[in-house]
């Protein structure tokens, strides 16, 4: 550490629920794909140590499997062993400001983490979820438009995300929109006439609908 700098350890116990999910459900994927692997070895599809080795890899790098699993080939068959997590537990649930303001305090301190946590997040929901870039207009207006709409999503993202929360439904907002996909707007024949309507959805989608308060249906 340099002369000046500060360094605070903060636990927080959203951070803490959340790591221990992920930690979780990344030793499940990875059991049960190794899991699946080795019936196969057993089976004969695979026999090539290469290629069990490729195998291997491949599924332990997909959910950090290589934290928490060892293996080896003996005999034509895969052995595998988990290791201790008492390590990762210990680092669960905590994270480290380094600042170099001497002013701030360590509530000032967090709270000045969150702020930019929230800013570079808005940003990469910006350009990830809701594909603001490329942007591919010659004319600045267009540019200006296509940014105005992008931040507008990103408005009703946030929002949408707040009443989730309100609604204590557990689902993000990404998890959201991709449920309120299976809404679809149909148009059907009822003998000469044609009628409009909308279809419920799946369960998610009318939990989100309900948190929103939106209710009825086009006639």
């Given at each position: 550490m340099?002369?000046?700098?500060?360094?605070?350890?903060?636990?927080?116990?959203?951070?803490?629920?959340?790591?221990?999910?992920?930690?979780?459900?990344?030793?499940?994927?990875?059991?049960?794909?190794?899991?699946?692997?080795?019936?196969?070895?057993?089976?004969?599809?695979?026999?090539?140590?290469?290629?069990?080795?490729?195998?291997?890899?491949?599924?332990?790098?997909?959910?950090?499997?290589?934290?928490?699993?060892?293996?080896?080939?003996?005999?034509?068959?895969?052995?595998?062993?988990?290791?201790?997590?008492?390590?990762?537990?210990?680092?669960?649930?905590?994270?480290?400001?380094?600042?170099?303001?001497?002013?701030?305090?360590?509530?000032?301190?967090?709270?000045?983490y969150?702020?930019?946590?929230?800013?570079?997040?808005?940003?990469?929901?910006l350009?990830?979820?809701?594909?603001?870039?490329?942007?591919?207009?010659?004319?600045?207006?267009?540019?200006r438009a296509?940014?105005?709409?992008?931040?507008?999503?990103?408005?009703?993202?946030?929002?949408?995300e707040?009443?989730?929360?309100?609604?204590?439904?557990?689902?993000?907002?990404?998890?959201?929109?991709?449920?309120?996909?299976?809404?679809?707007?149909v148009?059907?024949?009822?003998?000469?006439?044609?009628?409009?309507?909308?279809?419920?959805?799946?369960?998610?989608?009318?939990?989100?609908?309900?948190?929103?308060?939106?209710?009825?249906?086009?006639?």
């Amino acid at each position: 550490m340099l002369p000046g700098q500060r360094i605070f350890v903060v636990e927080s116990a959203e951070r803490l629920a959340y790591e221990q999910a992920m930690r979780e459900s990344d030793v499940a994927k990875t059991r049960e794909e190794l899991g699946k692997l080795a019936q196969r070895i057993e089976k004969g599809e695979l026999r090539n140590p290469e290629e069990i080795g490729s195998s291997v890899a491949r599924i332990l790098s997909l959910s950090r499997g290589h934290r928490y699993f060892r293996w080896s080939l003996r005999a034509g068959k895969l052995q595998v062993s988990e290791e201790p997590v008492e390590t990762e537990k210990l680092l669960e649930g905590k994270y480290v400001i380094l600042t170099e303001e001497r002013d701030l305090s360590p509530l000032e301190a967090v709270r000045a983490y969150k702020e930019l946590s929230e800013v570079e997040r808005a940003f990469r929901k910006l350009k990830d979820v809701l594909e603001l870039r490329p942007i591919y207009h010659h004319n600045p207006n267009r540019v200006r438009a296509h940014v105005f709409v992008a931040a507008l999503a990103f408005l009703l993202d946030r929002l949408l995300e707040k009443k989730l929360k309100a609604a204590n439904l557990p689902f993000c907002s990404e998890q959201a929109w991709v449920a309120l996909r299976t809404i679809h707007r149909v148009e059907f024949a009822f003998g000469r006439e044609k009628r409009r309507g909308v279809t419920a959805g799946n369960h998610q989608a009318r939990q989100i609908l309900s948190a929103l308060h939106i209710s009825g249906r086009e006639a």
